[in-house]
């Protein structure tokens, strides 16, 4: 490719580093890529390239690598030895656990597939087909597993497990994806494998090729990540952790290992193809080997373009790799907050329809039955409970919780009811579940309640909405509402429906010396505009906490 576009015989022994083409430890020549034009232009003259070309030897390839065989045999050998080892020692403390390889079709996955053949036998290949992945990828990995003998792992319909979810409909939700928001990990690479994991049913120790020297992001990885996260029933073991990319490939070469194709077509990585997390030079190669599939990305990324405002310098030049869009909040309050001896009990309408009463079966027995044309439900506990009506998009909705247990209540209940009101159905949770009850059915979430233990876990996993949607909704679980003063006086009124806290609250503004006002024995407080709300409610809630605290000791 380089002599293509330079027009110049280059010799067979070359390394590229970055933007530098490199011989005999020296530079050759850098180059910078031209994206506009499709072009890759030399930062030197040409007859100063020749010039350099004259003093390399011409040694051939199987010379040089019998060269670098014997200056380094033992280094590799001793990173063998150690990968090898590592391999065994994991697999058997992890003896009970279903054995696995996680394979991306990249060199790294290449290595760590014969390091734990030759270290362990027989153990099958899991590829997760994120659906886009290059064609040339999809052939390499049928024919890596059948030269080296590997099980490829597939579904009941011999088709590698995949996410149901279509990438360019989930672009129009929650945007093309960017360094800084890879949505698509959990929703294509995550759940893929987990859909595995959920029909084992049952704990894996997976091998796979991370490097920490592959990124800023992996430079801590630890050599063994046990379970949890992204893939709840996955103990992720990193055989290669320390090794440096030239150590891979000196590997594969010393091995006669095949790879994958789209290396020799100038591809530094070997992922996805609408992949952010690739450099401009990464960029150029995917527009100049794949043209069809990037105007695919193109397409998708003019019309975000367009929606933003943005010119086309920002495709051209790569800048949507680094979106940061804006976050649009809107947060529903409880219209009404009452008290009934021991009991808080909020009420809300919200947007929320039959579907997403699924996410609060966490919470324990979840009811739904018809009455008049609406869906009435209930779930919970004497402790803490949620019930309600749907209709269409919308619900009224009353949360009920012992004043002992409020703050843990309204934590749980704020985190529910988020995913619940902004959840898309993109999967990106499930894999999360360590007990395997969570599904996608046409695009809406199902959580079996045979296998759901009620550990809360799912309020904790990532949601792809809340973390990455430009707008979400959410609901605020507060025991006051606060508005300006309708008589235009510098304060602001705390509506709290149990006088006595009114009251008890007081005393803490007092003692940081905040002008108020009570009114109503202690129901309405007002406070002084000169703090904000902010500082009202941190103040509120520290207060809460240590009452809760107070009342908790009461019932032991």
């Known amino acids: 490719m380089f002599e293509d576009f330079l027009s110049i015989e280059l010799p067979e022994i070359l390394f590229r580093w970055r933007n530098r083409i490199m011989s005999e430890g020296k530079t050759l020549f850098r180059f910078k890529t031209d994206i506009k034009k499709l072009k890759l232009n030399s930062v030197e003259p040409t007859n100063k390239?020749?010039?350099?070309?004259?003093?390399?030897?011409?040694?051939?390839?199987?010379?040089?690598?019998?060269?670098?065989?014997?200056?380094?045999?033992?280094?590799?050998?001793?990173?063998?030895?150690?990968?090898?080892?590592?391999?065994?020692?994991?697999?058997?403390q992890h003896s009970e656990k279903f054995k696995i390889i996680t394979y991306s079709g990249g060199k790294d996955s290449d290595v760590v597939s014969l390091l734990v053949k030759k270290t362990l036998g027989d153990i099958p290949l899991l590829f997760g087909d994120t659906t886009l992945e290059y064609p040339e990828t999809y052939e390499y990995i049928e024919r890596f597993a059948k030269k080296y003998g590997f099980e490829l792992v597939k579904d009941e319909n011999d088709n590698?497990?995949?996410?149901?979810?279509?990438?360019?409909?989930?672009?129009?939700?929650?945007?093309?994806?960017?360094?800084?928001?890879?949505?698509?990990?959990?929703?294509?690479?995550?759940?893929?494998?987990?859909?595995?994991?959920?029909?084992?049913?049952?704990?894996?120790?997976?091998?796979?090729?991370?490097?920490?020297?592959?990124?800023?992001?992996?430079?801590?990885?630890?050599?063994?990540?046990?379970?949890?996260?992204?893939?709840?029933?996955?103990?992720?073991?990193?055989?290669?952790?320390?090794?440096?990319?030239?150590?891979v490939w000196f590997y594969l070469f010393c091995n006669n290992m095949i790879c994958n194709p789209l290396y020799e077509m100038g591809h530094m990585r070997v992922g996805c193809w609408p992949c952010p997390n690739t450099g401009p030079s990464m960029c150029f190669y995917r527009m100049l080997t794949h043209p069809h599939l990037w105007n695919k990305l193109k397409k998708v990324l003019k019309t975000y373009a367009k929606k933003m405002g943005e010119s086309n310098d920002w495709i051209d030049n790569g800048w949507w790799r680094l979106r940061t869009p804006g976050r649009n909040k809107k947060v529903v309050d409880p219209f009404k907050v009452t008290?009934?001896?021991?009991?808080?009990?909020?009420?809300?309408?919200?947007?929320?329809?039959?579907?997403?009463?699924?996410?609060?079966?966490?919470?324990?027995?979840?009811?739904?039955?018809?009455?008049?044309?609406?869906?009435?439900?209930?779930?919970?506990?004497?402790?803490?409970?949620?019930?309600?009506?749907?209709?269409?998009?919308?619900?009224?909705?009353?949360?009920?919780?012992?004043?002992?247990?409020y703050l843990d209540s309204?934590?749980?209940?704020?985190?529910?009811?988020?995913?619940?009101?902004?959840?898309?159905?993109?999967?990106?949770?499930?894999?999360?579940?360590?007990n395997g009850a969570m599904g996608i059915t046409n695009r809406h979430?199902?959580?079996d309640s045979t296998k759901c233990n009620y550990c809360g876990l799912c309020a904790k996993s990532n949601c792809m909405a809340l973390k990455f949607a430009k707008d979400r909704i959410q609901i605020k679980a507060n025991l006051f509402g606060m508005e300006s003063?309708?008589?235009?006086?510098?304060?602001?009124?705390?509506?709290?429906?149990?006088?006595?806290?009114?009251?008890?609250?007081?005393?803490?503004?007092k003692m940081k010396e905040i002008d108020f006002e009570v009114h109503e024995d202690g129901k309405i407080v007002c406070v002084s505009n000169k703090i904000t709300k902010n500082e009202i409610e941190k103040l509120f809630w520290n207060f809460i906490n240590q009452q809760t605290k107070t009342n908790k000791q009461k019932y032991l």
């Open 445 to 447: 979430l199902f959580i």
């Open 160 to 247: 590698f497990y995949r996410s149901d979810q279509d990438f360019f409909e989930l672009c129009d939700k929650l945007g093309p994806p960017s360094i800084r928001y890879r949505w698509c990990c959990y929703v294509f690479k995550a759940f893929s494998v987990g859909k595995f994991y959920k029909n084992l049913n049952e704990e894996a120790l997976a091998f796979s090729g991370i490097r920490r020297a592959e990124s800023l992001s992996r430079k801590n990885y630890p050599a063994i990540k046990e379970a949890g996260g992204k893939i709840a029933r996955q103990v992720l073991a990193h055989p290669i952790i320390d090794w440096k990319e030239a150590d």
């Open 49 to 92: 390239i020749k010039e350099r070309i004259k003093e390399t030897s011409s040694e051939s390839w199987e010379e040089f690598l019998r060269k670098m065989k014997k200056c380094n045999d033992k280094i590799l050998e001793e990173k063998e030895r150690a990968a090898t080892k590592f391999i065994k020692e994991t697999s058997k």
């Open 410 to 434: 309204k934590v749980l209940f704020e985190k529910l009811m988020a995913r619940a009101i902004n959840c898309i159905g993109c999967g990106g949770c499930v894999s999360s579940c360590p």
């Open 339 to 405: 008290k009934t001896g021991s009991h808080y009990k909020l009420h809300y309408r919200a947007p929320l329809d039959v579907y997403a009463l699924e996410h609060l079966k966490p919470l324990g027995g979840l009811k739904v039955w018809k009455n008049n044309g609406f869906h009435e439900y209930s779930v919970g506990s004497q402790n803490f409970s949620v019930s309600g009506n749907v209709k269409g998009k919308e619900t009224n909705l009353v949360l009920a919780c012992k004043q002992q247990n």
């Open 485 to 509: 003063c309708m008589e235009g006086k510098p304060m602001n009124h705390l509506t709290i429906p149990d006088g006595s806290i009114g009251r008890k609250f007081t005393e803490i503004l």
